[in-house]
């Protein structure tokens, strides 16, 4: 797939303000700071369209993102931010978890994992939580620019035991650096898409 446009719609605090043209959406999902904007803004060609920061915790919306006028990127709040309240934080789950389970138009999430560290508690929750609610999943696992291709096949062979990834479930190694992975991803997110147009 080839993304020819890219344009910001919302950032929607509450469903009332979620788009209603019926077009598929894509999520991204991941701990805080773990490159979910970077990694949007690789796959569009754009340097800060999705805002990145090195503050973590700052996206506390929905970010829409439409994409060739077929679909919408989706951006959600980080979770496993320490430094917000805990009720926050709880305010933050319900809203991510009631989107993930309501939302129709829902094609696909890709959750961003970062090569460096064994899954968190977190991590695993949200792959669970996905496949228990059926939504296909791309398990992507981003910053590898920061490890050598040794120490790559090493983590990625880490991260999947800890996610308890199946053979059948898709993964893809990234960076926002230099690009790698983009095209695995794209190919997924067309695959998902695609469905739509019969
Ligand atoms: P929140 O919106 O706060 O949850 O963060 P996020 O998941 O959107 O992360 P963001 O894309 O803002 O990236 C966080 C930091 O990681 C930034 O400083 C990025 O430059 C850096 N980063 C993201 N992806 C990569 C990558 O593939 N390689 C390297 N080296 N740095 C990255
Ligand atoms: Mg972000």
Redesign the pocket.
Known sequence: MKITSSEYIISAVGPGQYPEDGLPEIA?AGR??V????L?NKLINRKNL????GQPG??RAL?YYLINQEFYFV?L??YGFAKVSKEIRNEWAKFIERYLEKREVLKGVIHIIDIRHEPSKEDLMMHDWLLHLGIEVLTVITKADKLSRNQQGNMVKKIKQGLKLGTSERYAVFSSETGQGKEDVLAWVEEMCQGEKG
């Open positions: 991204l805080s700071n490159g979910k904007s970077s949007i999705a805002r990145t920061s700052k996206t970010n951006d709040p980080g």
